[in-house]
């Protein structure tokens, strides 16, 4: 049933730690999820340092999607939105061609508070790569929500569990938060050929073994999973059809390495369009090129 555990790495973004999860050696995606970042949680004082905002940067051919359990980011991009993300909304960015943005704690700068959260970028199918971009905000009464037996869901993106959540996805998937009481069973159904759970907060255990925070779980297609929560957890589940395979460099995410160089080649020369509430500051390209992408 377990195809393979997958440790969160944890990296210092400059102010505050994730837990990179996707894209990991042995499995690069799951469905169309490229990128998988746990935010936090961390706790902020009021009046904290600028350096913890993330400059403008830019992306092709992928999502971003931001989802929060705590905290406030505000969102600026190249298409004109300004948005500030509240736990419980997602930010759904679509980059396409190309888009750039910066992500703000103006909120958290002036209040102090927590950050806990999920970034995630999910890949464009190939025919969609080059589409235009877009910016979309989606608040509580467009995921919809399940509450019974210990455990209370909300579906962030896609279709599962009979519901379909209304956000604009581009291929088959499925993304969703669970909040499972201590002894509250719960089962992950096998509607989707490549599916995982992440545990974001507690203790469960599946196929007899136990999983820890931090710890991405992904199956084997074919067979439900029964998940029981040992402790209180909260568990995010992704996954979906894949889209092929996805060279990933810097914030760039595409089928073709030429793509990727053209891009490249774009930011250097500044021919991509900064948001315009940050035409004064940006992130140069890595020299040399990252491992691993930045955070989205």
Do not use: C
Request: hydrophobic share 40%; charged share 25%.
């Amino acid at each position: 049933m377990i195809e393979l555990v997958i440790d969160q790495r944890r990296k210092d973004l400059g102010g505050f730690e994730v837990g990179r999860v996707l894209p990991f050696a042995k499995r690069r995606m799951v469905g169309p999820f490229v990128f998988f970042d746990h935010m936090g949680p961390v706790e902020f004082q009021a009046g904290f340092g600028r350096n913890v905002d993330v400059r403008p940067h830019p992306h092709i051919g992928l999502s971003t999607v931001t989802y929060l359990f705590d905290g406030h980011i505000t969102h600026r991009d190249s298409v004109g939105a300004i948005q500030e993300i509240n736990p419980g909304e997602v930010n759904w960015m679509t980059a396409g061609r190309g888009i750039t943005h910066s992500e703000r704690f103006e909120t958290l700068r002036a209040q102090g508070g927590k950050m806990h959260g999920i970034q995630a970028w999910v890949a464009l199918p190939t025919e969609l790569e080059e589409t235009d971009p877009s910016f979309a905000n989606h608040g509580p009464d467009d995921l919809p929500t399940y509450e019974g037996g210990g455990m209370w869901a909300r579906l962030i993106a896609g279709k599962a569990f009979g519901a379909e959540a209304k956000v604009k996805t581009h291929s088959p998937m499925f993304y969703v938060h669970w909040r499972l009481d201590a002894g509250a069973k719960a089962e992950l159904p096998a509607e989707y050929p490549e599916r995982a759970a992440y545990v974001a907060q507690g203790v469960v255990e599946v196929d007899g073994r136990e999983f820890q925070p931090g710890q991405m779980i992904v199956f084997q297609p074919g067979q439900p999973a029964l998940f029981t929560a040992v402790t209180d957890a909260i568990v995010m589940l992704l996954g979906g059809e894949p889209v092929g395979p996805r060279f990933i460099e810097w914030n760039f995410v595409s089928s073709s390495k030429e793509r990727l160089e053209q891009a490249k080649a774009d930011w250097r020369a500044g021919r991509m369009k900064l948001p315009d509430a940050d035409h004064d500051e940006f992130i140069p390209l890595p020299e040399p090129p990252p491992s691993a992408p930045a955070m989205s």
